[in-house]
């Protein structure tokens, strides 16, 4: 039986209301093809291969700050794909290339992001029911408050916390707690929705908040994985109750 409704949610913006940065390898494979011919004899799969790789791993071990610089990193990101590749016996492939085809990532990123089907809805209702809604979002101030205006979002909430306009992001605790006192509720009245299980999940549990987590794509959880969620939706709508 699933709880009643809190007195209020802290939602997450990318990858929860917008497909934003999911399935990165997609995009890094769209682009290296736009690219093939200034790529080859490199096949572009195996480019986009190398700046995944190194795109996970310096995101897995990058200092927050880099949140608020994503073009900047992934100039680096790319560079340092090409770096491997170079390492590993390919031809050396330019900065230049590196920058551009970075930043043609970026405006791909840009051109494809759209609102989940229902999410604008399910916001309503929930809001229409009464509970008190806050948009917990990392990221430079511009670059997000960039998709609050562009996706319609501004009046769906009561508060609007954006990492780069606050100073401070998840996972740091007083992301949460300031948007709960932006809402004038404590943590037993308060649900956490999102996709990223130690922004959405492992600190607000710690704290005290139910947390929902978000799997959009429906491909469980990691594989080994000790975080266990309050509870586990593929899309905002489900935390509508069923009309009686």
């Known amino acids: 039986m699933l709880p009643p409704l809190p007195r209020a949610m802290l ?5 929860t209301i917008l497909s934003a940065y999911g399935r990165p390898e997609i995009a890094w494979n769209t682009i290296a093809n736009e690219f093939a011919a200034e790529l080859a004899p490199l096949p572009p799969r195996e ?8 795109a996970r791993n310096f995101w897995a071990n990058a200092d927050a700050s880099w949140r608020l610089r994503l073009g900047e990193a992934r100039h680096l990101t790319v560079k340092g794909g090409f770096a491997a590749l170079a390492a ?21 990123r840009e051109e494809e992001m759209f609102v989940f089907p229902g999410a604008h809805d399910a916001i309503d209702k929930l809001k229409a029911l009464g509970v008190r809604l806050a948009l917990v979002t990392n990221g430079a ?29 998840k996972p740091e605790e ?14 037993k009245d308060t649900w956490m929705i999102g996709d990223n299980l130690e922004w959405e999940v492992v600190t607000p549990q710690r704290l005290g908040i139910y947390a929902i987590w978000i799997d959009v794509h429906g491909e469980g959880l990691p594989e080994g994985s000790t975080i266990r969620p309050d509870r586990i939706i593929r ?7 069923a009309a009686s």
């Open 235 to 241: 899309s905002l709508s489900e935390l509508v109750p």
């Open 11 to 15: 939602i997450d913006m990318d990858d």
């Open 88 to 108: 590993a016996g390919h031809r050396a492939l330019s900065d230049d290339l590196a920058v551009r085809i970075a930043d043609r990532f970026t405006a791909y």
């Open 174 to 187: 007083r992301a949460y707690l300031h948007a709960m006192e932006a809402l004038g509720v404590s943590a």
């Open 141 to 169: 101030a511009d670059m997000q408050r960039a998709k609050v205006e562009r996706f319609e979002l501004t009046h769906r909430f009561d508060h609007i916390q954006i990492e780069g306009e606050h100073g401070f992001g």
């Open 47 to 54: 480019v986009a291969t190398a700046v995944l790789a190194f």
